[in-house]
């Protein structure tokens, strides 16, 4: 017989179990390494010696159980020289329950191994992804919204311009009232370029929490900042335009008192005609109210002074309105507000 080594655990992965006590039986007998039970063996990787004679085709293992019985009662007097389980050493292939995680190299595993991995076999927690670590993903270009002017309108149709980047013809355009969860249709929507469009619409609710998305042919879509577009009534005067009456020329003390609806409403004058010290000589406060200290100014003739007024809401939507006052001077030139 040729020498093949020194031990037969050179053979390769060639583990000696335990030596079997016998007891005239022909088993099984557990196969154990160490005390603890084997459960990778089987008939063909197993070599055993009794009585210095090496076994062959008269056993057969039962995996699962760990155990070897024999094809003979074996005397309780037999000595058990060796038990021998042979592995990768001298198997080609591995036996089953012989490979562990740790025997598998890091790179091993290829998708085509793992194609077909059902999902009830992924368990436990899986670790985080990094964008970074992503390939071949499909790109995509969205939209953005930066900037919509004016940022206020009324409930009337009227065209607004949004501005950003990205904007593919045509794109659809829908206003969002952020309270109700309603979204309107623009009446129509024109692509000035990739980064503006001019949009007519009309929103019949007012409101100062609408957002602006927009939406490519592609499906790709951007949205507004929140409370991007805000829709209000601009101001509504409630004094008649015209003649706010005639009053004594040099006359002190309040004039009149104009008045509009609207958000927070302020007064102002548009012309330089009503506050001019050399011509009407007034003042108007924010609520609307018109004073003098001395009212004409340097006239001493009867005059017509016209001027406009103008409303503005917290908004800043503004209404424009035109009056006129009249002095009047008596034969003693007293004053007087007729």
């Known amino acids: 017989?040729?020498?093949?080594?020194?031990?037969?655990?050179?053979?390769?992965?060639?583990?000696?179990?335990?030596?079997?006590?016998?007891?005239?039986?022909?088993g099984p007998y557990?196969?154990?390494?160490?005390?603890?039970?084997?459960?990778?063996?089987?008939?063909?990787?197993?070599?055993?010696?009794?009585?210095?004679?090496?076994?062959?085709?008269?056993?057969t293992v039962n995996t699962s159980a760990g155990t070897i019985t024999f094809d003979f009662s074996v005397s309780s007097g037999s000595v058990c020289n060796f038990v021998k389980l042979f592995g990768t050493g001298?198997?080609?292939?591995?036996?089953?329950?012989?490979?562990?995680?740790?025997?598998?190299?890091?790179?091993?595993?290829?998708?085509?191994?793992i194609?077909?991995?059902?999902?009830?076999?992924?368990?436990?927690?899986?670790?985080?992804?990094?964008?970074?670590?992503?390939?071949?993903?499909?790109?995509?270009?969205?939209?953005?919204?930066?900037?919509?002017?004016?940022?206020?309108?009324t409930n009337a149709a009227q065209n607004i311009v949004i501005t950003g980047t990205n904007f593919v013809a045509i794109p659809r355009v829908d206003?969002?009232?952020?309270?109700?969860?309603?979204?309107?249709?623009?009446?129509?929507?024109?692509?000035d370029s990739a980064t503006q469009l001019t949009?007519?619409?009309?929103?019949?609710?007012?409101?100062?929490?609408?957002?602006?998305?927009?939406?490519?042919?592609?499906?790709?879509?951007?949205?507004?900042?929140?409370?991007?577009?805000?829709?209000?009534?601009?101001?509504?005067?409630t004094t008649s335009a015209g003649t706010l009456g005639t009053v004594a020329g040099d006359f002190s003390g309040t004039v009149t008192t104009v008045a509009a609806t609207g958000d927070t409403v302020t007064f102002t004058e548009v012309t330089s005609v009503l506050t001019n010290a050399s011509l009407a000589n007034c003042a108007i406060s924010s609520a609307g109210a018109i004073t003098t200290s001395d009212f004409d100014g340097s006239g001493t003739t009867a005059r017509t002074h016209t001027f406009t007024l103008r409303a503005t809401d917290a908004q800043s939507q503004t209404t424009?309105?035109?009056?006129?006052?009249?002095?009047?001077?008596?034969?003693?030139?007293?004053?007087?507000f007729n």
């Not at 999902?119 to 790109?139: D, H, R």
């Not at 991007?228 to 101001?235: G, Q, V, Y």
């Open 90 to 113: 001298v198997q080609l292939t591995p036996k089953d329950n012989s490979v562990t995680t740790i025997k598998v190299a890091n790179d091993a595993i290829t998708d085509a191994k």
């Open 115 to 153: 194609d077909t991995v059902a999902a009830s076999k992924l368990t436990g927690a899986l670790p985080a992804i990094s964008g970074a670590s992503l390939t071949n993903l499909p790109s995509e270009t969205k939209p953005t919204v930066d900037s919509v002017a004016p940022s206020t309108i």
């Open 320 to 336: 424009d309105r035109e009056f006129t006052l009249t002095s009047s001077y008596g034969a003693t030139g007293g004053g007087q």
């Open 1 to 26: 017989m040729a020498y093949i080594g020194k031990d037969l655990n050179n053979l390769g992965d060639v583990q000696t179990l335990d030596n079997i006590t016998f007891n005239a039986g022909a």
């Open 175 to 191: 206003v969002i009232n952020t309270a109700t969860g309603i979204w309107y249709s623009v009446n129509t929507v024109t692509r």
């Open 199 to 237: 949009v007519n619409l009309a929103l019949a609710v007012d409101a100062n929490t609408y957002r602006i998305r927009v939406e490519n042919p592609d499906g790709n879509a951007g949205l507004s900042a929140a409370n991007f577009l805000t829709t209000s009534d601009a101001p509504v005067w």
């Open 30 to 59: 557990n196969l154990q390494n160490g005390g603890v039970q084997v459960t990778n063996a089987d008939t063909a990787s197993i070599m055993i010696s009794i009585d210095g004679v090496v076994q062959g085709g008269n056993y």
